[in-house]
């Protein structure tokens, strides 16, 4: 799991950050006179690209960094974990690079939840950009009247009230934003940031920064848990990589493992292998498995569930089982939506 702990001075720190308190801060910080910043502004979750959990590469139509889905409307390339070209106090980016002619796009998906307080409602969306050479790119939001709908459900644009696009010349870092107004129906969103026509074979693209907060106007950016443990815990609840800790045989090839999680789920997740797993048994040693077979057994709550692995070869039945630390010995558990 990456995850990055930048000292951004425009980040929140978990107070409520106003023009007359900011200078109190180390460091330089942004200040926006008469707007307070406070943590949970943000809508957009991870926008700062700080949480990697899935691993740091992805050739599109995929979840990559945490809760960003990396999608390509045509053509192939690759989206990657960008160190250099960052925006200043921060650590990391997303890069696009073109393999062919393509258009890439990011999306995420805001729940229910998240989505009702901004239903009715003017909001800002932006981001700052950047590419290896001039490229039109776009920022918007989509709205749906179906509660937590799939990233690549169907969604319904909305026109932007103003905005919405920027061209960026050089990997120097510009803003991009634009404003919308969300239905009063709406119980999903999905925020897209995306070229605006295809770009040519080896043309990179960059993308940071991305936030969405009522308003007419854009803000200084603010992560949407306020702190980076607060981000973690909140890309946690879509997903989280975690090991088993006890359970027992059912069979010679079956184990049932409790599974407790670190912060509650949004949802029953899917389960699913990362690395090489294993089980130990007190009495005969380790158990290994390059290729399980997953499943959730029964009632998974927020907090803990039984996960069960298929495909051993030996196990005693009804015996008692450990979580072995000879491997990765990691799970994965997916609420995304």
């Not at 106090?89 to 307080?117: D, W």
């Not at 009715?120 to 776009?138: D, E, F, L, N, R």
């Not at 308003?215 to 949407?224: D, E, I, Y």
Request: overall charge neutral; some cysteine; aromatic content about 8%.
């Amino acid at each position: 799991m990456a995850v990055g702990f930048p000292v951004k001075a425009d980040y929140v720190t978990g107070e409520v950050l106003t023009a007359a308190n900011m200078n109190d801060l180390s460091g330089t910080v942004n200040q926006v006179s008469g707007t307070q910043i406070a943590a949970g502004k943000n809508t957009v979750i991870n926008g700062g690209f700080d949480v990697w959990q899935r691993g740091t590469t992805s050739s599109g139509n995929a979840y990559i960094a945490d809760r960003w889905y990396s999608a390509l409307v045509s053509g192939t390339g690759t989206f990657a974990q960008e160190t250099t070209v960052i925006p200043s106090g921060g650590l990391y980016s997303m890069k696009f690079t073109a393999s062919a002619t393509a258009q890439p796009a990011l999306y995420q998906a805001v729940e229910q939840l998240n989505t009702i307080p901004l239903a009715g409602k003017t909001v800002t969306v932006s981001g700052i950009v950047a590419a290896s050479t001039s490229v039109p790119m776009t920022i918007d939001v989509q709205h749906s009247s179906t509660a937590d709908n799939s990233v690549t459900g169907t969604w319904t644009s909305i026109t932007a009230t103003s905005g919405g696009t920027a061209t960026p010349t050089s990997t120097t870092f510009v803003s991009i934003s634009g404003v919308y107004a969300i239905p009063s129906t709406a119980k999903s969103l999905r925020v897209r940031l995306f070229t605006t026509s295809t770009i040519a074979s080896s043309v990179v693209v960059y993308f940071d920064n991305i936030q969405m907060e009522i308003g007419s106007t854009a803000t200084v950016f603010a992560r949407a848990g306020g702190t980076i443990q607060g981000e973690l815990a909140a890309c946690m609840r879509y997903f989280q990589l975690v090991g088993t800790s006890a359970g027992n045989a059912t069979t010679t090839t079956i184990a049932d493992m409790q599974v407790n999680v670190m912060v509650p789920l949004r949802g029953t997740p899917t389960v699913s292998q990362n690395g090489v797993l294993s089980v130990y048994d007190d009495q005969q040693g380790a158990f290994t498995q390059s290729a399980v077979s997953l499943s959730v057994i029964g009632t998974f709550n927020t907090l803990s569930g039984i996960v069960r692995l298929s495909n051993f070869t030996g196990l005693v039945a009804n015996r008692l089982l450990l979580s072995s630390n000879s491997n990765n010995n990691a799970i994965t558990l997916s609420s995304e939506l």
